[in-house]
């Protein structure tokens, strides 16, 4: 097959009605990060059905995915956690567009069944920074945390401040 179509099939690729596998697969730095997994390609789609289109109808706004699957080799070079759920394709981060990451990840708590949810790299009192990780998963813990920016120490709970 050649290349061009290849890339025309990974890049419309969908996982659910509003996103792509190539959102899932994007990285800044560089190394490849595509993956061609069932399981990577099945947990993914899990992650859209069940926590991006569900926060995407909610707000009815674009949903920005920072990362989403991550291979060995860009988990290494970014100093990813080794048992990262985003090496397995079960987490994303991500913002959603004008709204606060603080009340994203409060209206998932709230509303949605995930894995692990974290308000992470927030800076203390500010409802804007950092982004929402939030995994899903097969057993589920609904465990949530916050870590902030400067700080390897994750916290139970959303919270504000330290
Ligand atoms: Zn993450």
């Known amino acids: 097959m050649p ?3 290849k890339d025309l099939i990974r890049n419309v690729h969908r996982l659910s009605t509003h996103f ?3 959102e899932l697969t994007k990285t800044s730095c560089g190394l490849p990060n595509n993956t061609t997994s069932p399981v990577i390609v099945s947990n993914l789609q ?3 059905a069940n926590i991006l289109e569900p926060v995407r109808a909610h707000y009815k706004k674009p949903v920005i995915i920072h990362s989403g699957y991550r291979s060995p ?3 290494t070079a970014i100093g990813g956690s080794k048992t990262s759920q ?3 394709g079960e987490a994303a981060d991500f913002h959603v567009t004008g709204h606060s990451v603080y009340e994203v990840v409060n209206w998932i708590s709230e509303n949605l069944d995930f894995d692990q949810l974290i308000l992470e ?3 203390p009192n500010i409802m804007n920074s950092g982004w929402v990780h939030c995994s899903y998963s ?3 813990r609904n465990q949530e945390m916050t870590k902030f920016k400067g700080s390897g ?3 139970p709970g959303i919270i504000l401040h330290k």
């Open 73 to 75: 080799a860009v988990n």
């Open 20 to 22: 792509t596998l190539d």
């Open 121 to 123: 790299n927030f800076v």
């Open 3 to 5: 290349h061009q179509i």
């Open 153 to 155: 120490k994750y916290y």
């Open 138 to 140: 097969k057993r589920n």
């Open 46 to 48: 899990a992650v859209c």
């Open 86 to 88: 985003h090496c397995r």
